[in-house]
């Protein structure tokens, strides 16, 4: 440390080499006998990669039958990777023991008999690079910290974080047009289909007034092209006549099929006016989703544990809660939409953020953990992931792989059921695999806990009820709270 005194502290203290922890990542689904990719990665005091630490890693898998040995990773400068298999079904953890002092376990990796008919994959479709000058990481960081690049970005979520899908989604109002034709390429080239799939997005809105009244949402495509020939475009914010939600809602329309684009509010609730979401703006063919949660705390409702914007210790912006804009109001008006989770990282980390400008994000305590978003992917692939996405048939969690199922009969999340099809009260089944011990499993309708299980460890397998009987409009979802503070919220199913 303090090799580097002309850098920020934030900067000497991301750039330390000294190892003071390690962190193991593996797949989260898995058939018996498959290689799944394990990542190793030795930590500084801020959680950053320990580029001092390079050595062999032994890996033991606990599962229902006790320890078993699984290779080793070999780290290099920090970072290491592993393929293992897993014989018996059940759920596993993987442990990585480098020392008495330097151990981790990883979150749950379930193991099916068979080929699973839906893969649990995990990324971050909502994250930034190009801020890092412009907040305090100024540019002589970056001959130490690497340039920050949608490639580099890229390859972080990949090696490092063990993302199976990202997407770079910078500012419009910052991006030239040499900056969004790099975006859509870096999108396509880092596509490696059962590895990695990278989206090209953006994100539209502005905090100073440009896009007045409408918000923050990412914009989303599924592949770099529209019909394999034009690329994508950048309908930005501050450009007639896309500067209004329903002008970039119908120039989408006339240039991109609408099921190859997801718009996607964020930060629906955070106060200060133009960068809370406007529900009378709301599209439900296009805004297939709403992000939950982020760096900056929850959207759900009024009263999460992680509130957005946190004012009794000042806030970010200072501007609290904006009351009538959390994801319940939305839903309470009849907006139908599943739920993602994103880091909304500024330091070219995504699903990872560390610091955000001059703050090491898990030191403040008006800051959130880095979200993510899982689905359940029937392909590993491109259309895989993005149609899951399109079915809302994912869920957003406050960083930890929490394997979450649920279901309202054969209807998944995400999912719509007519009124008239159940006979009685909704009873919806949710089956969980926490990342540590589960606290709370709440059903909620719409604004309301109806049921819920206190289970005692970190498993729950319970079927929830309203005893109100079902009425179109009301929407059901599940949402898990951890003893570690960690929580994860299934997109509703929609009684229509
Ligand atoms: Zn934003
Ligand atoms: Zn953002």
Known sequence: MRERPDLPEVVQRLIDPEVAGLRVIAASSAAAGEPIRVTVEAQNAVGATAGGFSGPVPLVVAGPSGLSRAGEATVEAGIGHAEIAIGEPGVHRVQALASDRLRAVSDP?????????????????????????????????????GPPTVAAAYEWARDVIG??????????????????????????????????????????????????????????????????????????????PTNTAPGLYAALRGLVPTEDVLVVPHHTARGGGNTWMNWDYFDPELERLCEVFSIWGSSERMGDPWPIEYLP???????????????QDGLARGCRFGFTAGSESHDGRPGGAIVHGPYVIAETDFLAPPGITAV??????????????????CYGTSGARIIVRCALGDTPMGGEVPAASLS?????????????????????????????AAPAGDRVCVTLCDRRAVRPGDCYYVRVTQADGHMAWASPIFIT
Request: glycine content about 10%.
């Open 163 to 240: 993302l199976h899908f990202a997407s770079v989604t910078d500012h419009d109002l910052k991006l030239t047009g040499a900056e969004w034709r790099e975006t859509i390429e870096d999108a396509r080239r880092f596509t490696d289909e059962g590895r990695f799939v990278a989206f090209p997005g953006y994100e539209w809105g502005d905090s100073s007034g440009m896009a007045m009244n409408y918000g923050h949402r990412h914009v989303v495509y599924r592949r770099s092209r529209v019909r394999g020939v034009e690329p994508v475009p950048l309908l930005r914010c501050c450009d007639q």
């Open 313 to 327: 210790s000042g806030g970010y912006f200072k501007t609290g809660e904006a009351r009538g804009h959390h994801l």
């Open 109 to 145: 990796v379930e193991v099916s008999a068979d080929e699973p008919a839906q893969r649990l994959l995990w990324g971050d479709i909502h994250s930034h690079i190009r801020e890092r000058r412009a907040q305090a990481l100024i540019s002589d960081a970056d001959e130490l910290m």
């Open 376 to 393: 359940w992917a029937e392909r590993f692939t491109r259309d895989g992931i993005f149609d899951a996405l399109r079915a809302r048939r």
């Open 424 to 452: 009685g009260p909704a009873e919806v089944r949710a089956e969980v695999i926490g990342s540590g011990r589960i606290s709370a499993c709440e059903l909620v309708r719409t604004t309301e806990v109806v049921d819920s």
